[in-house]
T-cell receptor, first 110, second 113 residues
C-alpha cells in the first residue's frame, strides 16, 4: 500500500501556462506536507511546505492542502522551461518519518 | 559552503564487494537520513539517526549498516553488494522536531556489475 501517490506523468504544458500537480496520501495523521523539485541527475530541493488547510503562495508557486480529502497540490503559474523537472510530494507525521511519492515529470514546452 | 556533502559521487563495483558511502552536514542539524532512489525515481527512506542514535530502520537487508560517529556524520556501509543495490543513495539532514524540512546531499550513484 503506497502512502503517497502521484501521477507519474509526463505532464506537458506550454510556456506561460499553469501546471497543476496532484498528490494524495493515506495516513490521516500526517501533519506536514512538502513539494520537492528534482532536476535530472540532481538531488531533491525543497520548494514549498504547507501545514494547514488552504492555499499557500510563494512567488509563482501555490500549494493547496485539503486534509479532509487527503489531497495536496502544487500549482505553477507562468510556467517556464526551467521548471521542467520531476516534482516529488512528501508527507510527514509527527515523527521523523517522511514518505515520498514517485514524482510527476513536468515538461514546459517553449 | 556545501551544506550536505557525500563521497564518492559515483561508485562502480563488482557483486560481492563491500563498499562505504560517507555523508557530512555542516548545518548543525540533529537528524540525518539515508534514502535510496531507484531507476523509477522512487525515493525510499532507509535509516534515520537523531544525535547519533538510530531512530528509523526501515525494512532494509542487514547487509546495509549505518554508522554515525557524531551528529554531523552518517556513513553507510554495504556488505556483499548485489545487482539490486544499484541506485542513487541520498543523504539528508534536518532539525529534530516538527515541522521540519530536509536538505539533501548531491547523491551517490552506485552501480553494481
Amino acid at each position: 500500500q503506497k502512502e503517497v501517490e502521484q501521477n507519474s506523468g509526463p505532464l506537458s504544458v506550454p510556456e506561460g501556462a499553469i501546471a497543476s500537480l496532484n498528490c494524495t496520501y493515506s495516513d490521516r495523521g500526517s501533519q506536514s506536507f512538502f513539494w520537492y523539485r528534482q532536476y535530472s541527475g540532481k538531488s531533491p530541493e525543497l520548494i514549498m511546505s504547507i501545514y494547514s488547510n488552504g492555499d499557500k503562495e510563494d512567488g509563482r508557486f501555490t500549494a493547496q492542502l485539503n486534509k479532509a480529502s487527503q489531497y495536496v497540490s502544487l500549482l505553477i503559474r507562468d510556467s517556464q522551461p526551467s521548471d521542467s523537472a520531476t516534482y516529488l510530494c512528501a508527507v510527514s507525521n509527527t515523527g521523523n518519518q517522511f514518505y515520498f511519492g514517485t514524482g510527476t515529470s513536468l515538461t514546459v514546452i517553449p | 559552503d556545501t551544506a550536505v556533502s557525500q563521497t564518492p559521487k559515483y561508485l562502480v563495483t563488482q557483486m560481492g564487494n563491500d563498499k562505504s558511502i560517507k555523508c557530512e552536514q555542516n548545518l548543525g542539524h540533529d537528524t540525518m537520513y539515508w534514502y535510496k532512489q531507484d531507476s523509477k525515481k522512487f525515493l525510499k527512506i532507509m535509516f534515520s539517526y537523531n544525535n547519533k542514535e538510530l531512530i528509523i530502520n526501515e525494512t532494509v537487508p542487514n547487509r546495509f549498516s549505518p554508522k554515525s560517529p557524531d551528529k554531523a556524520h552518517l556513513n553507510l556501509h554495504i556488505n556483499s553488494l548485489e545487482l539490486g543495490d544499484s541506485a542513487v543513495y541520498f543523504c539528508a539532514s534536518s532539525q529534530a522536531g516538527a515541522p521540519h524540512t530536509q536538505y539533501f546531499g548531491p547523491g551517490t550513484r552506485l552501480t553494481v556489475l
